[in-house]
C-alpha cells in the first residue's frame, strides 16, 4: 500500500507545484512522485499525465526516446492548464537501466524495443499503471481528462473508481534516432499517433 511521505512546493522553469512523495515506507529512496500544479481544482475533471522515469531521454537527453520532451511538455501544460503529473519510478517499461541498455546494445544490431527486450527473456513491457490509480485515490482525483497516446492508460482509468472523461494527445515530432522506437509504439503498442513521425 503506497502512502503519502513527503510533500512541499517545489519552483521549476515551468512554474511551482506541490510535490509528493509516494511509497510503502519512508526508507525508499526512489519513490513514485506527484506533481500538482497550482490552482489545479480537484472537483473538476482533472488534466493528468502518467509518466514513467526515462533518466536517458530526461537527464542525459537521448535522442532515442522522446520521454523528456514529452515531461517538459507535459509540465508546461499543466502550469498552464492545471493538473498532475504522476512520476512513476518504472525505468525501461520497468525492466530497469542495466537492462534496458543492455536492449538498447541489441537494438544497434537491428532489433526493435520489443525484439531486444523479449530476447533478453523480458517483457515487451512490464509496467504496472495500478500505483497510479492508488495515487490519484489518495490525491483526491475523482476524474481525469489524461495526457496520453497509450489505450493501456486509458483502459487502467476506464477498469477503475476514477472517471475517465476525455484524452489529451502529447505529440513530439521524430528524429532519425527515435523513428524506429515510435514506429513500434505504433505498430505493436497501438499508440494513438496521427502517424510514424510523430509520437
Known amino acids: 500500500m503506497l502512502k503519502l511521505q513527503a510533500e512541499s512546493n517545489v519552483p521549476t522553469q515551468f512554474g511551482e507545484f506541490r510535490m509528493m512523495a509516494f511509497s510503502e515506507d519512508d526508507k525508499n529512496w526512489m519513490p513514485h512522485m506527484a506533481l500538482i ?16 522515469e526515462c533518466i536517458t531521454g530526461e537527464v ?12 517538459d511538455s507535459a509540465m508546461k501544460y499543466m502550469q498552464e492548464n492545471g493538473g498532475i503529473i504522476l512520476y512513476l519510478r518504472q525505468e525501461g517499461r520497468n525492466i530497469g537501466i542495466i537492462n534496458k541498455l543492455k536492449a538498447y546494445a541489441l ?14 527473456g523480458l517483457p515487451a513491457d512490464n509496467r504496472d499503471f495500478s500505483v497510479a490509480i492508488d495515487m490519484l485515490e489518495q490525491i483526491g482525483v475523482k476524474s481525469v481528462n489524461l495526457m496520453t497516446n497509450n489505450p493501456e492508460k486509458i483502459k487502467f482509468i476506464k477498469d477503475s473508481n476514477i472517471a475517465y472523461n476525455s484524452r489529451i494527445p502529447l505529440q513530439i515530432k521524430s528524429n532519425e534516432a527515435s523513428a524506429s522506437y515510435l514506429k513500434t509504439k505504433r505498430d505493436y503498442f497501438g499508440h494513438l499517433l496521427d502517424d510514424e513521425n510523430q509520437s
Open 60 to 71: 542525459f537527453h537521448s535522442k532515442k526516446c522522446e520521454c523528456g520532451e514529452q515531461l
Open 37 to 52: 500544479a497550482k490552482d489545479t481544482d480537484l472537483e473538476k475533471p482533472t488534466n493528468v499525465r502518467i509518466h514513467s
Open 107 to 120: 537494438q544497434e544490431n537491428g532489433l526493435d524495443t520489443v525484439q531486444a527486450n523479449l530476447q533478453l
